[in-house]
């Protein structure tokens, strides 16, 4: 059993930046894909990024390309998504999960945190 934990969101002026953080505990994740979702009001989860076990492959949504990072630390069993530039339109709570690669499929992932708000005001 894997149990993650978001942090580092908050409220934040557009064009600034926030630094998410996913702190497994109970199992390591470097066995594991990785990947950031996030869920507006009203909307559907979707996917933000993605990064294989060894942190060697992302992927993004074209909405955060050249914007977004993500990135993982093995040894300290966590995940990152550093957000530049933020918009009003990135405003959600993102979560993190566990067990896929993939943008699209969110039942393929086993781990879920419990997410972390974000708020870009204009």
């Known amino acids: 059993q894997v149990q993650l934990v978001e942090s580092g969101g908050g409220l934040v002026q557009a064009g600034g930046s926030l630094r998410l953080s996913c702190a497994a505990s109970g199992r390591t994740l470097s066995t594991y894909p990785m990947a950031w979702f996030r869920q507006a009001p009203g909307k559907e989860r979707e996917g933000v990024a993605a990064?294989?076990?060894?942190?060697?492959?992302?992927l993004y949504a074209d909405s955060v390309k050249g914007r977004f990072t993500i990135s993982r630390d093995n040894a300290k069993n966590t995940v990152y998504l550093q957000m530049n530039s933020l918009k009003p339109e990135d405003t959600a709570v993102y979560y993190c999960?566990?067990?896929?690669?993939?943008?699209?499929?969110?039942?393929?992932?086993?781990?879920w945190g419990q997410g972390t708000q974000v708020t870009v005001s204009s």
């Open positions: 999960a566990a067990g896929s690669y993939d943008l699209v499929a969110t039942t393929a992932y086993s781990y």
């Open positions: 990064i294989n076990w060894s942190g060697s492959n992302t």
